[in-house]
């Protein structure tokens, strides 16, 4: 069964930064596309960066560009994203999601097969 587990989350200060990784586990990591998701409290779950198979094309919403990188060892079955300059709106809870169905790099919840449970990520002004 494909598991998912993300970690680094935490409460940091305005302008700090972080370094979510996901491990992931009973799949063969490299023909998966993987992304970041966040949800905060009362809004809706939304994207935040995505990472083809390969690691060759990545895609961020807007913003987080410049400040968020999104990468990939698939020799470690392990998806990251270095968080950096972080803002109080970055607040929200963080999901890694996986989905081997087609390649490059997919924005849209609903083409992700697998989610994790994801990590807490508090931003204090």
């Known amino acids: 069964q494909v598991q998912l587990v993300e970690s680094g989350g935490g409460l940091v200060q305005a302008g700090d930064s972080l370094k979510l990784s996901c491990a992931a586990s009973?799949?063969?990591?490299?023909?998966?596309?993987m992304g970041w998701f966040r949800q905060a409290p009362g809004k809706e779950r939304e994207f935040v960066a995505g990472i083809s198979q390969s690691g060759a094309s990545t895609h961020y919403t807007d913003s987080v560009k410049a400040r968020f990188t999104i990468s990939r060892d698939n020799a470690k079955n392990t998806v990251y994203l270095q968080m950096n300059n972080l803002k109080p709106e970055d607040t929200a809870v963080y999901y890694c999601a996986a989905d081997p169905r087609r390649l490059g790099v997919a924005l849209q919840a609903h083409e992700y097969r697998y989610w994790g449970r994801g990590t807490q990520v508090t931003v204090s002004s």
């Open positions: 009973a799949l063969t990591f490299s023909m998966y596309r």
